[in-house]
Each structure stands twice: as structure tokens, then as C-alpha cells.
């Protein structure tokens, strides 16, 4: 997925250095795209949240009983939790980058919205 949103972004970001496009079809296939990434950046938030909240309920098991073998699973759940977070970093700052992509396209129409 990783390769795939960067090969996107920098795809659109080639696209907006041509003015010689129909952007009225650019700007629709762009939104399908947010679509899709915005759906898998919800999924992966569900996901990283579900994997914290385990984590930190193992902690606490693991404080109140001192069972050693819920260590282990803590520390897998930590292995776990680090790639979803930085995974979903990159989701949520790609995802607004391609609102600001979008902005862009409809700036390439006409005066359209610009946040500075």
C-alpha cells in the first residue's frame, strides 16, 4: 500500500504541473482515489486503535497479576503496534495531502478554495 499512495501522489503531483488537461475528469478520478485511501486509512485507524487498546490492557493485567507470560504478549503487541502506527502516519498525512491535491485541480478551473 505504501508504494502504491507515494506512486499515486507523485503521479498527481505531475499531473498539476500541466495545464493542458481536462481536469473536470482529473478532479473525478481523484476524488475515487481519496475514496479508496480514506476508506483503507479508517480501516487501519480501527485496526491501531483495537491493537493500543489490547496493548494497554495486557499492561494492566500484566501490572495486577504479574503473570510473566502476558509479557510476551505484550511485547508482541508492541512489535505489532509500531508498523500500524507509522502505516497510518503515512495514510492520514497522504490522504490530506490529496485534499490539497484536489484544491490544486480545482484551482486549475477557476479561483476555487486555497488554504494558506
Known amino acids: 500500500m505504501k508504494k502504491r499512495i507515494l506512486a499515486y501522489l507523485e503521479y498527481v503531483d505531475g499531473l498539476l504541473k500541466k495545464d493542458d488537461l481536462d481536469w473536470d475528469e482529473e478532479i473525478k ?14 480501516v487501519h485507524l480501527i ?3 483495537l491493537f493500543a487498546l489490547m496493548t494497554v490492557g495486557c499492561i494492566l493485567y500484566l501490572n495486577f497479576t504479574g503473570n510473566i507470560v502476558i509479557l510476551f504478549l505484550v511485547i508482541a503487541l508492541f512489535v505489532l503496534l509500531i508498523p500500524y502506527i507509522m502505516h497510518y502516519y503515512l495514510l492520514e498525512n497522504s490522504v490530506q495531502r490529496m485534499y490539497d ?8 478551473i477557476s479561483s476555487s478554495f486555497k488554504d494558506e
Open 101 to 108: 491535491q484536489y484544491d490544486a485541480m480545482r484551482n486549475k
Open 47 to 49: 485496526v491501531t486503535v
Open 29 to 42: 478520478k481523484h476524488l475515487v482515489q481519496i475514496s479508496f485511501f480514506a476508506h483503507e486509512r479508517l
